[in-house]
């Protein structure tokens, strides 16, 4: 299997041949760090003089490099979201830097070929209309990303930004992260009321201005690319998580994000802001 592994990252440093790979130092008396961005799923190096520990049983954004005096080699790292990292090593007895905070921006690819790159798309389009639709069809082939990616962090993430609770139902953003040209909107809806909540819809805004002076205030939608276990009803006392993957954005001054969640032939309607 380590065979098949370095065979592989040699094809991938052979099509990657035009980026520059950075190098890593690392010697024998000091364990150098390198944390990913998600966890690491599989790693192999090129030449045993150099070792790379991770753990396997229960994956960690951490790995811990070493090696011994002798010919350069490389490190094939792919993460639980199959991005796949590619670093040249090389022995020096006295080394500079310890720890490495690898950035997404790093990876060289993906592992799956269902995984091509993405159409560079500039969040300055959500400032130049009131609605913006981005058609499905764009990204038939990123959709088995959206849902990986989705699946993994709805699993592993407990992070939590803001709730909104009205009439028995909250609405609670857990999280927002940013990954190449989308942004994913975790979100979970619990319904606390004896009554079950029917969805009508749950929008994503870019808000600009003060809501309270009308004439200044703008509501941006920003349309899903992707809807993931999106749910159509949220019974009483149910609690029911899924994910909007969305185009990329920014905030500007004075801008925010809305959440509108309303329900479909009732009154429930929450908004939630988050800035």
């Known amino acids: 299997m380590k065979k098949i592994l370095f065979l592989f990252s040699i094809l991938i440093l052979g099509q990657s041949s035009a980026q520059e790979l950075r190098t890593i130092s690392t010697n024998e008396r000091e364990v150098v760090a390198l944390f990913f961005p998600n966890e690491i799923r599989q790693a192999v190096v090129g030449s045993p003089n150099f070792t ?37 090593l090389k022995y020096l007895n006295d080394v ?44 038939p082939n990123r959709l088995e990303y959206f849902k990986k990616f989705s699946e993994f962090h709805l699993k592993h993430n407990r992070n939590s930004l803001k709730r909104k609770v009205k009439k028995g139902v909250v609405l609670h953003l857990r999280d927002l992260i940013y990954d190449r040209t989308e942004v994913y909107v975790f979100i979970e809806i619990k319904n606390r009321s004896g ?44 609690r029911q998580s899924f994910v909007l993957t969305v185009p990329k954005f920014t905030f500007g001054d004075q801008e925010k994000l809305l959440l509108e969640l309303k329900e479909h032939r009732g009154n429930r309607i929450l908004q939630l802001f988050y800035d």
Do not use: C
């Open 52 to 88: 790379f520990s991770y753990y396997k049983e229960n994956p960690q954004h951490v790995g811990l490099l070493q090696g011994v005096k002798g010919h350069e080699s490389n490190l094939l790292v792919i993460t639980a979201t199959d991005e796949v990292y590619a670093y040249k």
């Open 96 to 139: 500079d830097t310890l720890n490495y905070f690898v950035h997404r921006n790093e990876s060289i690819g993906f592992e799956s070929p269902l995984f091509p790159a993405p159409v560079q798309q500039s969040a300055s389009l959500l400032k130049d209309s009131v609605k913006m639709k981005t058609p499905r069809n764009d990204f």
């Open 195 to 238: 009554i079950d909540f029917e969805m009508d819809y749950l929008k994503v805004f870019k808000v600009n201005g003060n809501k309270r002076k009308k004439s200044s205030y703008q509501k941006i939608e920003i349309g899903p690319i992707y809807e993931h276990n999106l749910p159509k009803l949220i019974k009483g006392g149910e």
